[in-house]
T-cell receptor, first 112, second 115 residues
Framework: SQKIEQNSEALNIQEGKTATLTCNYTNYSPAYLQWYRQDPGRGPVFLLL?????KEKRKERLKVTFDTTLKQSLFHITASQPADSATYLC???????????FGKGTTLSVSS | DAGVIQSPRHEVTEMGQEVTLRCKPI?????LFWYRQTMMRGLELLIY????????DSGMPEDRFSAKMPNASFSTLKIQPSEPRDSAVYFCASSLASQNPQPQHFGDGTRLSIL
């Protein structure tokens, strides 16, 4: 069955450092992958989308990579800030218009 | 712009009672999704609609769960009878169905507690 794995343990880093979150998938060949941010008591918020033919995507301090050989996506936050503290969810998908399957998420804590 | 609106935000009820969760998607969006989130299982898709038609309800756990979308601006998720194991946060999300992948926009959820 399809399986999505994200760092199960919380990631704690210091302000200013780069945070790297991992999303691995098995029994799956997604055509694209989305990343979401979720704050306590709120719904997930879309951050970035990357297609299988794109190796890397950037948006301000965020960078996402997609390695279809390794079956892995990495999500980087550079110059991290305490306001970046949240849970980050990855969601691969086979094609547009279908439902997303979400990983359980990685909780990031940035201390000042 | 108004986002996805869910009601109620919190619901506490006793086992055996009927529970109805409501969702208003973003105007113009034609795909609607219901999810359930727990610590153990994460965010799970229950059912989704395209143009008000249910497309995939394989995530609906049991016959006690039902969902409807009578029009493009309203959907309900009903649990009858409710059980303590149904306690979770239920999210509704909407998006624009398209040839190109689109982000999903989530409401802030309904926190459901079944006693």
């Amino acid at each position: 069955s399809q399986k999505i794995e994200q760092n199960s343990e919380a990631l704690n880093i210091q302000e200013g450092k780069t945070a790297t979150l991992t999303c691995n998938y098995t029994n799956y060949s997604p055509a694209y992958l989305q990343w979401y941010r979720q704050d306590p008591g709120r719904g997930p918020v879309f951050l970035l989308l990357i297609r299988e033919n794109e190796k890397e995507k950037r948006k301000e301090r965020l960078k996402v990579t997609f390695d279809t050989t390794l079956k892995q996506s990495l999500f980087h936050i550079t110059a991290s800030q305490p306001a970046d503290s949240a849970t980050y969810l990855c969601a691969p998908a086979n094609q547009a218009g279908t439902a997303l399957i979400f990983g359980k998420g990685t909780t990031l804590s940035v201390s000042s | 712009d108004a986002g996805v609106i869910q009601s109620p935000r919190h619901e506490v009820t006793e086992m055996g009672q009927e529970v109805t969760l409501r969702c208003k998607p973003i105007s113009g969006h034609n795909s609607l999704f219901w999810y359930r989130q727990t610590m153990m299982r994460g965010l799970e898709l229950l059912i989704y609609f395209n143009n008000n038609v249910p497309i995939d309800d394989s995530g609906m756990p049991e016959d006690r769960f039902s969902a409807k979308m009578p029009n493009a601006s309203f959907s309900t998720l009903k649990i009858q009878p409710s059980e303590p194991r149904d306690s979770a946060v239920y999210f509704c999300a909407s998006s624009l169905a398209s040839q190109n992948p689109q982000p999903q926009h989530f409401g802030d959820g309904t926190r459901l507690s079944i006693l």
